[in-house]
């Protein structure tokens, strides 16, 4: 399952960071949470289902699929090959900036098909709450 930003455009102004709602859609309900803002809306972090549903009801939302990261412009949420450590990932921050998240060890092989190493590593990482995605363990959960 894929998860991405989207941006809802709102003029609620209670709405604050780390917030968790519900986006009734007749009798659907797709639970969300707030991981930033824009001028005119919130940036929630959605999967490819929610989206498509989303995009189906007539919501006024957008992509965010790319920001600027150091005067750059970097792909949001798409592990890559790394500089620093093994892999690499830009996404926006607890405060709505654009972060650089490292991960992975450049000198050891993802051994994931070993059903004992993956079992050993998801349960070493917590992997069952990999926490937020601005955070090295989430994505090497993922990666796991």
């Not at 803002?37 to 009801?57: H, P, R």
């Amino acid at each position: 399952m894929k998860i991405t930003d989207i941006v809802i455009h709102t003029t609620e102004s209670r709405i604050t960071e780390g917030d968790s709602f519900a986006i009734e859609l007749g009798e659907l309900i797709i639970e969300t949470s707030v991981v930033g803002f824009t001028d005119d809306g919130v940036i929630i972090e959605a999967d490819n289902k929610a989206m498509a549903l989303l995009g189906l009801s007539g919501a006024l939302l957008e992509s965010v699929s790319e920001a600027k990261y150091q005067g750059r412009e970097v792909s949001l949420g798409k592990p890559m090959q790394g500089d620093v450590k093994k892999s690499k990932v830009y996404v926006r921050g607890p405060k709505g900036n654009v972060v650089k998240v490292n991960f992975g060890d450049k000198n050891m092989k993802i051994k994931k098909s070993i059903p004992a190493r993956r079992k050993s590593f998801r349960a070493r990482h917590n992997c069952a709450n990999p926490g937020p995605r601005w955070k090295a363990r989430y994505w090497s959960c993922r990666a796991w």
